[in-house]
């Protein structure tokens, strides 16, 4: 009897500890979150990120705590995530620069090392001068291009902003002085300040500077004309075939485990449709572009392929 009674006790005893991982995962998460934003307070990654933050409280139990972690157009807070503990209690978010900066051979760090959780967002790069610059169209910008050696500044070397002017640059076959700044924000700031003739960032970043008279927008980088900027002329209307911009997604390290990684994605489909969020990007007039997982994977897959074939197409990879 006695043996009978040890062996079902040993059995259940090996049954709680396979099933103790699952219990523990199922918990999911019992502690703060942080999404960590690769970039400069104020910008529009920033932006999303906050929003979503606030917006995602309804959908976990947890609190999502917004770090800021700027530096080498955004491969220092991809390096926090990658190099930490793969268990979901850090997320990332992810721009484009994740496409360009290894192609470019500015760092090791690929979109491969992680694990997509969703697209939330789309916005073309735009060119944006001083609102009393001289020039008020494309045309009369690229013919003062072409003459003098204008500074250009970008969200850094190797950034989806850089390469946005570097396209212009050889399209126009003009000569730009490349100006790196560590995020969009900065960048837009240094122009404010007259201390560069234009940008490259996104036009919703620049949205409430517009609006506010203080900058202007020549053209956006879009297929199509974009909302908040009817009048702006894409380049393609000005015979320049320049279709290139940012997206901004989640993602965390690409050993966090799969019921860990389902909790988010689930959390963040609902997150998504909240209009708080919606609100906050219409705010900015940002691009909500919404997609899951493997859609997303898909998403960066394609845009690093383009990114290389681009960098080595205008020569721009480090030695």
Known sequence: MK?????VLAGLLCT?????????????????I??????????GTDVLGRAFALAAAKHLPQSMIVMNKPGASGAIGWADVINGKPDG?????????LMTQPNMGNTKITYEDFTPIARLNYDPAAITV????????????MAAAKKGDFKIGNGGNGSTWHLAAAAVEDKAGAKFNHIPYA??????????????????????????????????????????RIKGFEKVPTLKERGMDISI??????????????????????????????????DALDKQNMGYAYAEGDAFAAVMAKDHAFYKTLINKLGLKSQ
């Not at 942080?34 to 910008?43: D, N, Q, W």
């Not at 940012?246 to 609902?270: E, Q």
């Open 3 to 7: 043996s009978n009674i040890t062996r």
């Open 16 to 32: 709680l500890a396979v099933q103790a991982p699952a219990l523990a995962q199922s918990t999911f998460p019992n502690k703060p």
């Open 34 to 43: 942080e999404l960590i934003v690769p970039y400069p307070a104020g910008g």
């Open 89 to 97: 209690y850090k997320i990332v978010l992810l721009a484009t620069d």
């Open 130 to 141: 001083r609102a009393d610059a001289p020039w008020n169209s494309v045309e009369e910008f």
């Open 183 to 224: 995020g969009a924000q900065p960048a837009i700031l240094a122009l404010l300040g007259g201390h560069l003739d234009a940008i490259t960032v996104s036009a919703a970043e620049t949205y409430t500077y517009v609006a506010g008279g203080k900058l202007k927008t020549l053209g956006v980088m879009s297929d199509q």
């Open 245 to 278: 911009g940012t997206w901004r997604g989640l993602a965390v390290n690409k050993a966090t485990p799969p019921d860990v990684v389902a909790v988010l994605r689930a959390a963040t489909a609902k997150t998504a449709q909240e209009q708080s969020l919606r």
